[in-house]
């Protein structure tokens, strides 16, 4: 028996992904620019037993469907010469597949926690590459601060790895997640994006765009230009949604408060209050706040009619094992 523990936090992107140029290897169109976030995480123990006839996965207290955890260790026995059956045990300290990135956390807790089980020592890029195989936001994952994951051209995947930009002290940035449902969404990123012939008329826009859109994103951070990365993530940020409405059928992710919170944080802005918006598959709101706002920026999206509860964060640092 070998067992093994990794707690990694939930990331937002700013420059978002969406579309993946190959499923086998989970490929994406795009690259990506993220702010991993210190207070949402998850936490995760496997167990290789013996005595196991089958795997077993939790996510906090209930028992889930192993087949695309199954797949993703397969990955790891498979590299580690090993057929032993698994028991994972997760826990998210938010709500599960509501758009706060709990694949992102969880793959990348598990891709830490089964290599260090099976015996396996992985370079955080080795990590990285192999977190994407169970999500493609994971790759960004297992790393803290401000991160950049690599689109890749190879047909291997080895190039499409995530790089850290800035760490969290580098540029002390905060983020408010405002929630406005706690529920699990009806259609997972995964689906989402992955028909082709459900596609948007947009997509090959949103595919060529993509290199500038980074370019600018990378000049701005490396500027620590607060105004322009703000900007740029609502722009990003809207964009993905005009892509996600324009899918046939359209993916419509927001709800009343989601819209809310949007046109408070702009208000906000009129105010005096710098934060911008990003929004995932889901229907919670982020801000990005420059450093020591959060505390004023929660206070403003608690007000927001439908606004359940906030969160407020700094960014945080690697996924590591515990
Ligand atoms: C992102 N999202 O960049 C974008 C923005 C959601 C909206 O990455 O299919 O669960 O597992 O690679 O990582 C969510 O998609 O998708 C996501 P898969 P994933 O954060």
Known sequence: MSQASARAHSNIALIKYWGKRQTRLNLP???????????????????????LPADR???????VDTARFSEFVDIVREAAGITTRVDIASTNNFPTGAGLASSASGFAALALATTRAAGLDLSARELSILARRGSGSAARSIFGGLVEMHRGERTDGQDAFAEPMLTADAWPLEVVVAITDTGTKKINSTAGMSSLDTRSDYYEAWVNRAEDDLADMRAAIAARDFTTVGALSEMSCLKLHALMLSTRPGLIYWNAATVSAMHAVREMRDNGLEAYFTIDAGPQVKALCAPGQGAAVAAELARVPGVIETRRTGLGPDAHSQ
């Open 57 to 63: 996965a939790r996510i906090g207290e209930a028992e």
């Open 29 to 51: 169109a795009v690259g990506s620019i993220s702010v991993t976030l210190d207070d949402l995480y998850t936490d995760t123990t496997v167990v290789f037993d013996e005595a």
